[in-house]
């Protein structure tokens, strides 16, 4: 498995931009997909953008299209995700995971491992 923590993080205003990053270790960090996932207290944790491991395709949840952006930089071991015209609805714990198995997945059982999760809070 590999150790993924997530940062970025805050209180923004609606409307306003964030980056969250997740650093993961060790040396194959560009044969994992990655995943972002996000939960809202009392809501199931949910499905929010994916990305290959060359960074070559992108998936995005239908509520963040558009406004949301996933990439990696597999020389630092990092995937961000750009947040952008941010909603008090995106308002969450943020969690990054990686995907150990071939493809991408949208469910959260398709995920080896998983950080800590990073607090975004979206103020009205």
């Known amino acids: 498995q590999v150790q993924l923590v997530e940062s970025g993080g805050g209180l923004v205003q609606a409307g306003g931009s964030l980056r969250l990053s997740c650093a993961a270790s060790g040396h194959t960090f560009s044969s994992y997909a990655m995943g972002w996932f996000r939960q809202a207290p009392g809501k199931e944790r949910e499905f929010v953008a994916a990305?290959?491991?060359?960074?070559?395709?992108?998936y995005y949840a239908d509520s963040v299209k558009g406004r949301f952006t996933i990439s990696r930089d597999n020389a630092k071991n990092t995937v961000y995700l750009q947040m952008n015209s941010l909603k008090p609805e995106d308002t969450a714990v943020y969690f990054c995971?990686?995907?150990?198995?071939?493809?991408?997945?949208?469910?959260?059982?398709?995920?080896?491992?998983w950080g800590q999760g990073t607090q975004l809070t979206v103020s009205s």
């Open positions: 995971a990686a995907r150990s198995t071939r493809g991408v997945s949208m469910r959260p059982s398709g995920y080896d491992s």
């Open positions: 990305i290959s491991g060359s960074g070559g395709n992108t």
